[in-house]
């Protein structure tokens, strides 16, 4: 059920050094959220769609992903431009549209979908397993990159406990209401899968005490940058200057 | 010489009746031991014991010649003995199969390079080459019981203890597993429920009962085959 | 609860990574070593357990969760649920890199809130503990909705009647958090009431004579 279906590919930016995509998706995903001006916010999503093309990604899955993050922004538009002061551009009705909420909903839905697809591109083309380790190399401390694997690695087990336990309650009769018994039958669920998990931790903790473990976590994978790897830095850095300088002189309209 | 020795050892889980009771159990260099018992028996608590995961009520533990009782007499021993879990899902914590195997070696203060070398080793040992990049959570059941053998096997420990190594296994990674154990050069205890497993792969076989290990002179085995159509030995009865 | 990229401000966002690094760093001060592999198998639990929808009315709520993660998790909800944020952003792109912060605050805040004030009375008498237990799912969703608001109007003002409606429309969450949270504690107290608050300290020794009992055999 939980995949990971851009994490595979052969695009160059499947094989660039994870390490520096993670920080160009940062640098970028914080410049475009601060962009006001509509030169540069168009300029920014042209940019994440190219990275996409490169990237060559699996469209279904791509608009599936884009269609999550939007609905929450058509929920913006559907309220935003009736509740903002401002210049009346239409009316609905009895409601009406203003220039201002209007504008910063489509300043949210350029901003929203740049990032959404540069981060797709960027840090979804690399296996979280291989970003996890890639932070540590990153210097992230050490229980932080610990917890993050350990949670990623038993997220598929507890998937399958939950299923099963699913199941055997749908073999029972149960079938899901809007009543008391079935939030209480939930309730139930959510704690055993808390129970179940609560005890595999004592067990995978006494495995790692087993194998040595006193609290110094080391980890194995190293990342060296190519030579090829060097140009989306100075592509980045080019892009990014001219985001800024676009903004600059553009400003906010 | 004695490797482990467990002379009057009592346990009870808190709130609950006793597991072992004034239990001993002697394990020399080179055995190779059996361990049969129902379930609650104690078997597993009995392996928790040695490892220093739970502290027993009373009686002495001897490892390797010296007697242990603290937390930090214990990291030496799990240095020293591995303990193949039941569920190799407890075992392998880490995403890659590569570095779970090298946890262990880099614990031992190995470098990377070194830990490196030891775990494409010891996956090279086992039959698992090309395994290093595989993602833990996808493996079937039988990979991951021989990955989580590999990661204990790659701390190059002086004794292991096997927890139903071949519950869940099909046939072929059973002979698998048989054929590892019997080539490695180690002293181990294998609990097991199987006792043509055992058989193959141990020369004594300890019961427990009453929280106490009974030896072998107590229980007579039998060498049985027994066949199905699916089995080693295909055969019917009349 | 997620406010996804491009909505807030600069100084909304920066805010949010401040106060979810603090918190995230008093929560692992307060988890040695060897409470990690608990606080992220509970991480991972959250993470399943939020892809839980329940039915109501019409249509289905996910679950929110954060009430019950507080209460076992104590301030190592911060980096638990930070973690389980990660991963959604990874696998979802559900929020992202820039709302991390602030997301994260608004998980975990209110759970840890609800952690301070009700871990005591969940072993009290009857009455108190169903009445705090419900009280403590519903209040961390409330403090959630709040904290969303509350991020939207300092990003622009005129989001006050959007984040009105955003608490309001919660409320029903707010009320199945409550009653879910109120059934999820009485089976804990019955079947493992050691995962509760006030009954084990929440950094235990490495040498555990673990309470959680024999080993399946």
Request: aromatic letters at 8%.
């Amino acid at each position: 059920m939980i995949q990971e279906p851009f994490a595979i590919g052969g695009s160059p930016l499947h094989q660039t050094d994870p390490r520096l995509k993670i920080i160009l998706a940062t640098a970028y995903s914080f410049l475009v959220a601060v962009l006001q001006g509509f030169p540069a916010l168009l300029t920014a999503l042209v940019l994440s769609i190219a990275l996409v093309a490169i990237a060559r990604l699996d469209s279904r899955a791509l608009f599936r992903r884009l269609g999550l993050a939007n609905g929450l922004i058509l929920f913006l538009w559907l309220l935003l431009p009736f509740t903002f002061p401002g210049k009346p551009l239409a009316s609905i009705g009895p409601f009406a549209l203003s220039l201002e909420g209007v504008r910063f909903c489509a300043q949210i839905t350029l901003k929203s979908n740049a990032i959404i697809l540069a981060l797709i591109a960027l840090v979804a083309t690399s296996p979280i397993a291989t970003l996890g380790y890639a932070l540590h190399r990153l210097h992230v401390p050490a229980k932080m990159v610990l917890l993050l694997l350990l949670t990623y690695r038993y997220l598929f087990v507890l998937e399958q406990e939950y299923e099963r336990l699913a199941r055997a309650m749908r073999m029972r009769g149960f079938r899901p209401q809007t009543s008391l018994h079935t939030y209480r039958t939930y309730a139930y669920l959510v704690g055993m899968l808390f129970v179940r998990a609560s005890a595999r931790a004592e067990r995978v903790h006494q495995a790692m005490l087993c194998r040595g473990f006193t609290g110094r976590f080391r980890t194995l994978k190293t990342f060296t940058l190519a030579r090829r790897d060097w140009i989306w830095p100075f592509a980045a850095g080019c892009a990014m200057s001219g985001l800024i300088m676009l903004e600059w002189t553009t400003g906010w309209h | 010489m004695a490797l482990i020795r467990l002379d009057g050892i009592s346990f009870a889980y808190p709130g609950r009746a006793t597991v072992l009771e004034r239990a001993d159990l002697t394990l020399r260099e080179g055995e190779r031991i059996g361990l049969m018992g129902p379930n609650g028996a104690g078997k597993t608590t009995l392996f928790h014991l040695i490892m220093g995961l739970l502290k027993p009520d009373s009686g002495r533990i001897e490892i390797f010649g010296r007697e242990v009782r603290e937390e930090k007499d214990f990291e030496s021993v799990r240095r020293q003995i591995g303990f193949l879990f039941q569920d190799a899902d407890d075992q392998l914590f880490h995403p890659t199969v590569l570095e779970d195997v090298a946890f262990g070696p880099l614990n031992l203060g190995k470098s990377r390079e070194e830990a490196q070398s030891i775990a494409l080793k010891t996956l090279e040992k086992l039959g698992l080459e090309h395994f290093e990049e595989r993602i833990t959570h996808r493996l079937s059941g039988g990979e991951k019981r021989l990955v989580a053998l590999a990661t204990v096997l790659a701390m190059e420990p002086k004794v292991l203890l096997l927890d139903e190594p071949t519950a869940g296994l099909d046939e072929r990674t059973k002979e698998r597993l048989t054929q590892l154990l019997k080539g490695l050069d180690l002293t181990y205890i294998i609990i097991s429920h199987e006792l043509d497993f055992l058989m193959e792969t141990t020369t004594a076989v300890y019961a427990m009962a009453d929280g106490r290990i009974q030896w072998d002179e107590e229980v007579k085995l039998h060498r049985h085959i027994h066949g199905h159509r699916h089995g080693a030995y295909p055969h019917a009865h009349e | 609860m997620h406010i996804s990229e491009g909505v807030l401000s600069a100084p909304v966002l920066i805010s949010g990574m401040v106060l979810a690094a603090v918190g995230t760093g008093i929560g692992f001060k307060k988890m040695d070593f060897n409470r990690i592999p608990q606080t992220g198998m509970l991480a991972a639990a959250f993470f399943v357990g939020s892809l839980i929808h329940v039915p109501i009315g019409p249509s289905s709520v996910h679950l929110v969760l954060n009430g019950i993660v507080g209460l076992l998790l104590g301030w190592a909800a911060f980096p638990a649920i930070l973690v389980a944020l990660v991963l959604q952003a990874l696998f979802f792109q559900y929020g992202g890199i820039t709302t991390l912060g602030v997301n994260t605050v608004i998980m975990a805040a209110p759970a840890v809130v609800c952690y301070l004030l009700f871990a005591r009375l969940i072993h009290g008498r009857q009455t108190v503990s169903l009445t705090a237990s419900f009280a403590c799912g519903f209040l961390a969703v409330f403090l959630s909705a709040i904290l969303v608001g509350l991020a939207l109007i300092s990003t622009e003002e005129n989001f006050f009647k959007v984040s009105s409606l955003i608490v309001a429309a919660n409320l029903p969450v707010m009320i199945i958090e409550g009653i879910l949270t109120l059934f999820c504690v009485s089976f804990l107290k019955k079947v493992q009431p050691h995962m509760l608050p006030g009954n084990q300290p929440l950094e235990a020794a490495a040498f555990t004579n673990s309470p959680a009992g024999p080993p399946q055999q």
